[in-house]
């Protein structure tokens, strides 16, 4: 299956200070998805977004599919933030919509 | 709007019991996806269905068995549990062939814990 791998592991930052999250992954895809995973554990869709550019309030994602990554812009980070964010996408190849997700990317946002 | 339903969403057995985890998709949705997360893990893909037939399935347990019924429900059935087992089930669900994008939606999770 395909490889999802995220970056940084870790990220720290005090309120109000930007971010960018990256996700490489190792074959063409035809389904890209960031998710927000909260202390409940609840998993929320930010975006699907297997190429270009959307935007949702002070979230952003861009995906250069011919490169193979992917990036999820935070702006002015709350503490509301803090949590998981996976990246995780299905093969260009399959019909079946397995998804592979990334190792996460722990974020934590102090006040 | 509507959202995936899952159920119980705790759960507490006992080694070697048996689990039921019951799922309603969104409506109108005809694909059905069943996760396992483990702590501090990434979601592990267990099975698929399209249509109430099996369409893939991943590294699902033997000791594990999953179907979807006539008005598109899926249980996840566990039996002869382990410690190992205990951690948080997602089901997802979505619409094949969308023209706006086959965007997976996941349900809040299902809590196991074995003791």
């Known amino acids: 299956g395909i490889q999802v791998e995220q970056s940084p592991p870790d990220l720290i930052l005090q309120e109000g200070a930007n971010s960018t999250l990256r996700c490489n992954f190792s074959?063409?895809?035809?389904?890209l998805q960031w998710f927000h995973q909260n202390p409940w554990g609840q998993l929320i869709n930010l975006f699907y977004?297997?190429?270009g550019t959307k935007q949702n309030g002070r979230l952003s994602a861009t995906t250069v599919a011919t490169e193979r990554y992917s990036l999820l812009y935070i702006s002015s980070s709350q503490t509301t933030d803090s949590g998981v964010y996976f990246c995780?996408?299905?093969?260009?190849?399959?019909?079946?919509?397995?998804?592979?997700f990334g190792r996460g990317t722990q974020l934590t946002v102090w006040p | 709007a509507a959202g995936v339903i899952q159920s119980p969403r705790h759960l507490i057995k006992e080694k070697r019991e048996t689990a039921t985890l019951k799922c309603y998709p969104i409506?109108?949705?005809?694909?059905v996806y069943w996760y396992q997360q483990g702590p501090g893990q990434d979601p592990q893909f267990l099975i698929s269905?399209?249509?109430?037939?099996?369409?893939d399935k991943g590294s699902i347990p033997d000791r594990f068995s999953a179907q979807q019924f006539s008005d598109y429900h899926s249980e996840l059935n566990m039996s002869s549990l382990e410690l190992g087992d205990s951690a948080l089930y997602f089901c997802?669900?979505?619409?094949?062939?969308?023209?706006?994008?086959?965007?997976?939606?996941f349900g809040e999770g299902s809590w196991l814990t074995v003791v």
């Open positions: 997802a669900s979505s619409q094949t062939g969308q023209a706006t994008g086959n965007t997976i939606y």
């Open positions: 074959d063409s895809v035809n389904n």
């Open positions: 977004i297997p190429s």
């Open positions: 995780a996408a299905v093969d260009r190849g399959s019909t079946l919509g397995r998804l592979y």
């Open positions: 409506p109108r949705h005809d694909t």
């Open positions: 269905f399209y249509e109430k037939m099996q369409s």
